[in-house]
């Protein structure tokens, strides 16, 4: 059983940064994939990044790609999002999510997943 607690959300100015913390509990975190996810008001959640379990590698959506950056912390059982450059379509619920095996961008194949942080950015 892994345990999710997002942190780090708020509200900033469109053009401002941010930066989500994912804080896991168990021994085993480092074997997981985590992935960050987003739910925009009225919209289905959708991927916007994972790490693999050793942080080799990263996949991010287009939406966010060159201003959001992955990255894990094994030894702290952290995974973190930096986000830059945000624009107000950015404003959504943050959620970081764990799971075994191959990488996925469908939050179906997730197992575990945190409790979400609210990211607002105004213009």
């Known amino acids: 059983q892994v345990q999710l607690v997002e942190s780090g959300g708020g509200l900033v100015q469109a053009g401002g940064s941010l930066r989500l913390s994912c804080a896991a509990s168990?021994?085993?975190?480092?074997?997981?994939?985590m992935g960050w996810f987003r739910r925009a008001p009225g919209k289905e959640r959708e991927f916007v990044a994972s790490?693999?379990?050793?942080?080799?590698?990263?996949y991010y959506a287009d939406s966010v790609k060159g201003r959001f950056t992955i990255s894990r912390d094994n030894a702290k059982n952290t995974v973190y999002l930096q986000m830059n450059g945000l624009k107000p379509e950015d404003t959504a619920v943050y959620y970081c999510?764990?799971?075994?095996?191959?990488?996925?961008?469908?939050?179906?194949?997730?197992?575990?997943w945190g409790q979400g942080t609210q990211v607002t950015v105004s213009s």
């Open positions: 168990g021994p085993t975190f480092s074997n997981y994939l």
């Open positions: 790490i693999s379990w050793r942080g080799t590698y990263t």
């Open positions: 999510a764990a799971k075994r095996g191959a990488r996925s961008s469908w939050s179906g194949t997730y197992d575990y």
